[in-house]
């Protein structure tokens, strides 16, 4: 782990000597390569190493892997220098946060996540409502997180410990209400339905790179945070299960309906995000082992899915100057191999076979109606209407009659399809390894 660590200080500071991108990226892989080497080495222990102030289990170190993969993919893109260098501030502030043994460094790396977004949407962005998105993102992040640090004094004073392995077996009882507000931070941070409001602005009003990373790798904070709380407060968790199950389940069949009366391909792809994000949180509240792995396979799913759709739907931006649906109609006829490219992440986004998303799909249902059969009805709308707007947005950017007054040539380069298969690759080969989520 210090390794790792150590290497992504190194790719920092090389950021001043480096101009080639493809030399950065190199520079950036050869110091974390052993991570996915290191896959092989899983075993059935909870805590699979340590150290003095730093962990990881089969969830961090996958969403290690995440992170690595999706901000090394974000270091080939054309983009500002001061944006790279807060890519790998951010991409260093996650494995920090994944890898804290503290609950304080967990909450601190959890909260610095947050400035480099903040200051692509700030600098990226283009149009004055992006002011107006970042308000959104840190009021309802930073303020929703605030009972976190209050529950931490708590714990600190009546155990003198702030170390999640030591935490994790005692048995810590929560009052409701400081439970409950506690939750709200990382509900906000998936985010699910009624605490979604920021993340539709953010992702607007983001460049292509902020909503790569914000919906591959930071919305995952939220659903780790979930994690950490379950096995710190199991038996709060398993008492107010039946709530954010319900929650979850309702929410992610009334944001499919939205979905389907988006204009905006990008909000589109954004409000999907709160569909899976749902449905992860309600599996993973079940507690139950196939539950748990369907959660960390929807993560790694979802975001490769999600990345991936929000980089092409940037290129259909490109070359028809508009992200309206209508706009980009007939796109197929100009650009037959992306077209190729939107069938295969639109497939892979409705859970067809072999992505990862269907296999996530079935742990995740087979442990909701293990715990409630009266879940069939709402998962089979939620499965339906999931289909549905992801065949909606295939079907109506790439068919029907083009839009020439808008279409503006653009020759599609050989990076834009080499981005788009690092993100459809190992989506849809992951299946192979199925033994690496067999917690």
């Known amino acids: 782990m210090m390794k790792l660590i150590l290497g992504l200080f190194f790719s920092v500071g090389m950021f001043y000597f480096k101009n080639s991108k493809a030399n950065m990226s190199l520079i950036f892989f050869f110091f974390s390569s052993y991570m996915l080497i290191a896959m092989v080495c899983y075993?059935?222990?909870?805590?699979?190493?340590?150290?003095?102030?730093?962990?990881?289990?089969?969830?961090?170190?996958?969403?290690?892997?995440?992170?690595l993969w999706i901000c090394g993919c974000m270091l080939m893109i054309r983009m500002k220098k001061l944006i790279e260098f807060g890519i790998l501030i951010l991409l260093l502030t996650l494995v920090l946060c994944f890898f804290s043994l503290n609950l304080l460094m967990f909450y601190l790396m959890f909260e610095i996540s947050l400035m480099p977004?903040?200051?692509?949407?700030?600098?990226?962005?283009?149009?004055?409502?992006?002011?107006?998105?970042?308000?959104?993102?840190?009021?309802?992040?930073?303020?929703?997180?605030?009972?976190?640090?209050?529950?931490?004094?708590?714990?600190?004073?009546?155990?003198?410990?702030?170390?999640?392995?030591?935490?994790?077996?005692?048995?810590?009882?929560?009052?409701?209400?400081?439970?409950?507000?506690?939750?709200f931070g990382f509900m906000v941070k998936l985010p699910m339905f009624l605490f979604h409001i920021w993340l539709p602005k953010a992702h607007v009003e983001a460049p292509v790179y902020g909503s790569m990373i914000l919906a591959g790798v930071l919305l995952k904070l939220g659903s780790y945070g979930m994690l950490?709380?379950?096995?710190l407060f199991f038996f709060n968790m398993k008492d107010y299960s039946y709530m954010i199950i319900t929650l979850g389940i309702v929410g992610g069949v009334f944001m499919s309906l939205v979905c389907l009366i988006q204009v905006d391909m990008k909000m589109l792809v954004a409000y999907s995000s709160i569909v899976h994000m749902s449905l992860l949180v309600s599996g993973m509240m079940t507690m139950s082992k196939l539950g748990m792995s369907g959660g960390l396979m929807m993560m790694l799913a979802h975001g490769l899915c999600s990345s991936g759709l929000f980089y092409i739907v940037n290129i259909n931006y490109e070359c028809f100057g508009s992200r309206l649906i209508h706009v980009n109609k007939g796109s197929m006829n100009i650009y037959p191999t992306l077209g190729m490219f939107w069938f295969l992440l639109c497939s892979s986004n409705l859970s067809a076979p072999i992505s990862l998303n269907l296999i996530s799909e079935v742990f995740l249902l087979?442990?909701?109606?293990?715990?409630?059969?009266?879940?069939?009805?709402?998962?089979?709308?939620?499965?339906?209407?999931?289909?549905?707007?992801?065949?909606?947005?295939?079907?109506?950017?790439?068919?029907?009659q083009l839009n020439t007054k808008q279409w503006k040539f653009k020759n599609i380069t050989v990076m834009n399809y080499f981005m788009l298969i690092m993100h459809w690759v190992p989506l849809n080969f992951l299946f192979l390894g199925l033994e690496m989520f067999s917690l």
Request: net charge negative.
């Open 228 to 231: 950490r709380m379950i096995q």
């Open 366 to 400: 087979i442990s909701l109606v293990s715990w409630s059969m009266v879940l069939i009805i709402f998962l089979m709308f939620l499965c339906f209407l999931s289909a549905a707007y992801s065949l909606y947005l295939f079907s109506a950017t790439q068919h029907g």
């Open 117 to 183: 977004i903040f200051f692509m949407i700030l600098y990226g962005g283009y149009s004055f409502e992006r002011y107006e998105a970042i308000m959104y993102m840190l009021l309802y992040t930073v303020v929703s997180s605030l009972p976190f640090l209050w529950l931490m004094l708590l714990i600190f004073l009546h155990y003198d410990s702030l170390m999640i392995m030591v935490l994790s077996f005692l048995i810590i009882q929560l009052e409701w209400v400081l439970f409950l507000l506690c939750l």
């Open 43 to 67: 075993s059935s222990n909870l805590w699979v190493g340590g150290h003095i102030f730093f962990f990881y289990d089969y969830y961090s170190y996958s969403l290690v892997i995440l992170s």
